[in-house]
């Protein structure tokens, strides 16, 4: 605190330190003796002068910055900014033209679809981010850009449109490949699976050649 009070840098506590400086080189230049020291002591001890400074200075409120709303701070304009930030990206995050008509909502931890969020790198990124091959299947499912019939008969690719895993006909949609296709591994009681982050998470884990372009491994060919 001592070596901030008369920092001048960019700082949180920038503004205040300004003023502390402007004081100090004013009554510094006066008479080139002066000099400042910072003591630190403990004030539950009341040591004679230090006790007398730090009494002084808790009846002092902001001596140097009359008129000066505190709240004007490099902190708090920060916060404003970046919760102004964040509530407009949660606003277009709920229109399904700016987050996608197929991107696949997934619950968090507290059971509320995940939003964009700055904190902790957001709800995704924890989950998919620690290997960059695993991140890109999970980023394909979750955007529905994915090496997969639907997609293929979405953007008029050629390839196969029906299921190649489970060979039954049906279209092989990412529904089909999350909830349906019985060559997939995945617990069987869950009928919306997967419904949470950590679900996905689990079932790529458990499917690894899901939503990749590897070749398919021959035990999850039926045809
Ligand atoms: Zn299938």
């Excluded at 509320?112 to 957001?122: D, F, H, I, N, Q």
Aim: aromatic content about 14%; some cysteine; hydrophobic content about 35%.
């Amino acid at each position: 605190m001592a070596r901030l009070s008369v920092d001048p840098s960019h700082h949180p506590g920038q503004f205040d330190s300004h003023l502390v400086c402007v004081n100090l080189s004013q009554w510094l230049a006066d008479d080139p003796r002066r000099e400042v020291a910072f003591v630190h002591t403990r004030s539950h001890l009341k040591w004679g002068i230090h006790h007398e400074a730090h009494t002084l200075a808790k009846r002092a409120s902001f001596p140097f910055n009359p008129g000066i709303p505190p709240r004007v701070t490099f902190n708090f304009i920060r916060r404003k900014a970046t919760e102004a930030c964040k509530d407009e990206w949660q606003r277009l995050f709920s229109s399904a033209d700016y987050r996608g008509h197929h991107f696949l909502r997934l619950c968090d931890s507290t059971d509320k679809p995940a939003r964009p969020s700055y904190v902790g790198g957001g709800p995704w990124l924890p989950f998919f981010g620690d290997h960059p091959s695993f991140c890109a299947r999970a980023i394909r499912c979750i955007l529905g850009h994915a090496p997969m019939g639907e997609f293929r008969a979405r953007f008029n690719i050629a390839g196969r449109r029906d299921c190649e895993y489970c060979g039954t006909g049906a279209n092989q949609t990412r529904a089909h490949l999350l909830r349906q296709c019985n060559m997939l591994v995945r617990p069987r009681r869950f009928r919306m699976y997967p419904y949470y982050l950590g679900e996905l998470y689990q079932y790529l884990r458990d499917n690894t050649w899901l939503f990749s372009f590897n070749p398919l491994p021959r035990e999850a060919r039926r045809m």
